[in-house]
């Protein structure tokens, strides 16, 4: 393996660890706000209880948790400032610091059954119930059907409801019968039940794991009998625990043979709690080795070893290794152990376990930060573990990668049959690597460069409100140096940045005095657009680092933060069209060049021999291949109908980090085509009588429920109830308005939407995936999606209903009638004029974007138009070529 494949496999396995999204197969509901106080919080990183659970204060694993909590609430590293900060987020917003918990969790699968050990019967009232999560996280939650609790409810049900009812042994007889028949149907119902994904035993904790080979209904109708004579509803004798040998053996035999017989050919897993745990629990009977006979006799049921099996964690991992039926689980020691005894017991698994065998879960009960700290430790331990295996030659980089992936997420999602969307590839997006919640700036950037050939300079890109690409190049040794000492870099830009055209110029009202502080988010991170080079992108704050009103991207993560909180998250993939021009000097003293067609062979859409052309290889082959390496994977490359003209497909990424990789994959194919010699346009109608350029938006809403159309149609009304003012950002330019064609495929004139329809602005895909149309290269795409989110979020904060109907042809051939009965009675803004005057008389879409922003956009948009006047359509044109 060279030493360049080395280093790129480093990258790539910090980036797969920190952005897989993981899977939490087994946890446990969290406490009410309400209830959380009458629970020890020092529970989080200990098993212990009563009076043992105070001498956790010095163990390893509880020291290490004050660290990690400390840098995420950002306050001082003892307990006593944790617990005042935690309880803090708690009286803020519970919900919020919940969610702040969970991040990097895609879903959780919930054992909802757990009971503290003196059965207390208020303990259910304290808990969220196991759908709490669905607004928490990406996808939404799934049962796992405890089966002691299960069965303790139903044996209760037919216990005596009074001492002096007493029954004959045939009434005993018959009551037994009653419990397995209604458990048997039970069972069969959580089978067909798609919110119950698993079932889970604690037969551990009560009696061991060395459950005998073959049922014994002799003992458990015996178990039974005892069970009815000394257990009476409604007292303080009710049945509430099974802990009896012979009757729990019974009843998981009964449902592994349930299972086993079951049809089709997925089976719902069975779960077993083994090894450590509070302590109920007797450690010597509880070995998965215990289980062997038991796994011998049902080798079609699915059996997952919990909770690493500590201390027994070599037992599990031959099991599963040797047993196509097991699996191994490494949740509950995240972080109930120390870092050491983590590692160790992650390298013992991997010893013999292959990694398809292996899931991981956080265990997550009572407290959120449960969740919390088992996510950012199962990170360091893999990082630490597979990277040392990778350096010593054990396993690739790209090896390593994988074993993340099928750990966090593809193992669990394939044996519970999930039907989750498949992960990307780990190279789909470099850009937003998820470093463990509160890592500082200096942690995530040498994290970042770890195993990279130190570039020379740190790029912070901003897109100002002209969409210009702006940036600050600053030596990386001089960021270091500064991070070193003080973990808050910026740099000083002038507050007229945000009131200039594009040659300079600084509008009427905008002083020239003042600073910006341009911060860089260093999660953004990503190698490139030039050699020896990395970029981050800024946003502007404040001296005192309060937020700038009329940054862009900041606008876009306000927004996306109110969506959050309104339970909605999306995905958003660009096409971004481009055109290759020639170079001609002109004649003259200024030295200025024009910008001419290139040799295009008859260039079409679509067609095969554009690929073959020079500027191809010279340009878009490079370009694509740089991406690739720098985590943006593009999807798909063709030919455009106009001259030199392509589209480039980009991923799927979360808003935020969708624009930044579009603004990235710009300054990358514009870096190779200033190499070629080539000028790279975004014109958005270079050629009167050719195909625009635009800038497409694919957006689909991706949290739970996002499909269903009583949440994706208010939102998409939104979108067209507002769209005439959304104009004003996304066809930014006066030449913008030169692409609004009807049969161009643009998305035509008309507010309407359709099925599969490339003559509307909005196009409906599947579901909640549609495309927006009416966005183009010259806008700034931060402030272009800003609007579009915006307004969807008006329709869904309103209901508004989707009252334009299917348009299934090009809205300009629509008679009178049709307009009118599929709504579409409006056009889009003509001009930039029109826009920003619709802009204007928008005031829910200004009042949520900000009326500083809307009122110096519109101001810097009226100075840029009235330049413009100033230029022929030819000077125009050139004008625009060189700077888009």
Known sequence: MSSSTKLTGQALLSHTIQTTPIIDHHAHPILQHDAVPRYPLLSITTEANGDAIHASLTSLSHLRAVKQLAKVLQCAPTWEAVVNAIEQRRLQDYDQ?????????????????????????????????????????????????????????????????????????EDVARAFDEVIEEFDMAILRAIADPEIVAFKSVICYRTGLAISRKPDAVAARADFDHIYRTHTQGTDKEFTRLQHRGLGEFLVHRLASIIRNGEGQHKKPIQFHTGLG????????????????????????????????????????????????????????????????????????????????????????????????AVLQIREALGKVLGEYARKHHITWNEASQLVRHVLFHNANHLYNLGLPPLRSPHDSALHLRTPTGAGDLETLEAFLEGK???????????????????????????????????????????????????????????????YRLHPDFSSL?????????????????????????????????????????????????????????????????????????????????????????????????????????????????????????????????????????????????????????????????FATACGNASHAHLSISSPGGDRPEIYQPFYAGILRHLPAVCAFT????????????????????????????????????????????????????????????????????????????????????????????????????????????????????????????ERYAALKEAEIEFLRTLSHEDRRQWILARY
């Open 97 to 169: 610091w919940v969610r702040q918990c969970l991040a990097g969790i895609e879903t959780i699968l919930v054992d909802d059954g757990l009971v503290p050990a003196d059965n207390t019967t208020e303990y259910d009232d304290d808990l969220y119930p196991y759908d709490y999560f669905d607004n928490l996280i990406s996808s939404p939650a799934k049962r796992v059907l405890r089966l002691e609790k299960l069965a303790a409810e139903m044996i209760n049900a037919r216990c005596p409801e009074q001492v002096s009812g007493r029954k004959t042994a």
């Open 731 to 854: 066809y930014s330019n006066p030449v913008s308005y030169e692409r609004v064609r009807d049969g161009a495929w643009a998305g035509g004139r008309w507010v309407a939407w359709g099925t599969q329809n490339r003559e509307t602005p909005l196009r409906k895909i599947q579901g909640s995936h549609w495309e927006v149309k009416c966005i183009d290269g010259l806008a700034n795409p931060y402030l272009a999606m800003s609007a579009v989110l915006g307004a969807g979020l008006l329709g869904v904060q309103n209901g508004e209903r989707l009252v334009w109907g299917d348009c299934e042809v090009d809205p300009a051939t629509l008679t009178d009638n049709d307009r009118a009965e599929l709504n579409v009675d409006r056009m889009l803004p003509p001009s930039l004029e029109v826009a920003l005057g619709e802009l204007g008389r928008d005031e829910a879409l200004t009042a949520l974007l900000g009326e500083e922003l809307v």
């Open 278 to 373: 509070d302590n109920d629990i007797t450690l010597a009977k509880a070995s998965p080795a215990l289980l062997q006979e038991f796994i011998r006799e049902y080798p079609s049921v699915p059996i997952v070893l919990l909770h690493a099996s500590y201390p027994f964690t070599r037992d599990a991992g031959y099991l599963a290794s040797v047993y196509a039926n097991v699996y191994a689980d490494i949740g509950l020691i995240f972080p109930c152990l120390s870092q050491d005894g983590q590692e160790t017991a992650l390298r013992q698994i991997l010893e013999l376990c292959p990694w398809s065998k292996i899931l991981w879960s956080t265990d997550g009960h009572y407290f959120p930060e449960t969740y919390l700290l």
């Open 453 to 515: 050939p130190e570039p020379y300079f740190l790029r912070i890109y901003w897109n100002d409100l002209t969409a210009m690409p702006r940036m600050r190049a600053i030596p990386l040794q001089r960021v270091l140096s500064h991070l070193r000492n003080d973990d808050n870099f910026s740099v000083g830009i002038v507050k007229a940045s945000l009131g200039m055209l594009q040659n300079d110029i600084v509008i009427p009202g905008v002083s020239s005095t003042g600073e």
């Open 526 to 686: 990503i190698v490139g657009p030039g050699p020896r080079h990395i970029t981050a992108f800024g946003d502007f704050r404040e001296q005192d680092g309060s937020h700038v009103p009329l940054c862009p991207r900041s606008l876009l993560q306000r927004l996306l933060d109110l969506a959050s909180r309104q339970g909605l998250a999306f995905q958003v993939g660009f096409e971004m069209e481009l055109v290759l021009f020639q170079r001609v000097r002109q004649d003259g003293a200024d030295g200025q060049q024009t910008y001419a067609m290139i040799d295009n062979d008859g260039h079409a859409w679509s067609v095969s021999r554009m690929m073959d052309h020079p500027l191809v290889e010279q340009v878009i082959e490079p370009a694509v291949a740089a991406l690739a390496d720098q985590g943006i994977l593009v999807e798909q490359v063709h030919p455009e109908s106009a001259p030199g003209q392509f589209e480039i497909v980009l991923p799927s990424l979360p808003p935020l980090q969708a624009v930044d990789a579009l603004i990235h994959a710009r300054n990358v194919i514009s870096s190779f085509a200033n190499q070629a010699g080539v000028r790279m346009s975004l014109h958005p109608k270079p």
